[in-house]
């Protein structure tokens, strides 16, 4: 098994800046894909950025630019710098992995990931 356990998250103004963190614990051995996913009420659940052992990325249109992702294996940590933050970014962000070498788009889709950490609310005022 996996737990994931993210923090980092909450308010911030229009322009700002925020840092996600997400703690894995556990068979982290098994973890080849990581990303973060979001979800703002009445949406659906979305990626926002991936990546894949061996530091490939894939990010989000709506971020791509602005946000940041990285893993830091000797910490067993995963890193979201969020910049130039909009109101739109507000939302619950999700940290997730999965066993399976994830590149592209599929990265960012939420069936593509087995296990989930239990989110970060993400507050962006305008």
């Known amino acids: 098994q996996v737990q994931l356990v993210e923090s980092g998250g909450g308010s911030a103004q229009a322009g700002g800046s925020l840092r996600l963190s997400c703690l894995v614990s556990?068979?982290?051995?098994?973890?080849?894909?990581m990303g973060w996913l979001r979800q703002a009420p009445g949406t659906e659940c979305v990626g926002v950025a991936a990546i894949v052992n061996g530091g490939y990325t894939t990010y989000a249109d709506s971020v791509r630019g602005r946000f940041s992702i990285s893993r830091d294996n000797a910490k067993n940590t995963l890193l979201l710098e969020m910049n130039s933050l909009k109101p739109e970014d507000s939302a619950m962000y999700y940290c997730?992995?999965?066993?399976?070498?994830?590149?592209?788009?599929?990265?960012?889709?939420?069936?593509?990931?087995?296990?989930w950490g239990q989110g970060t609310q993400v507050t962006v005022s305008s």
């Open positions: 556990g068979h982290t051995s098994v973890v080849n894909s």
């Open positions: 997730a992995a999965d066993r399976v070498f994830y590149y592209g788009l599929v990265a960012l889709s939420r069936s593509s990931y087995s296990y």
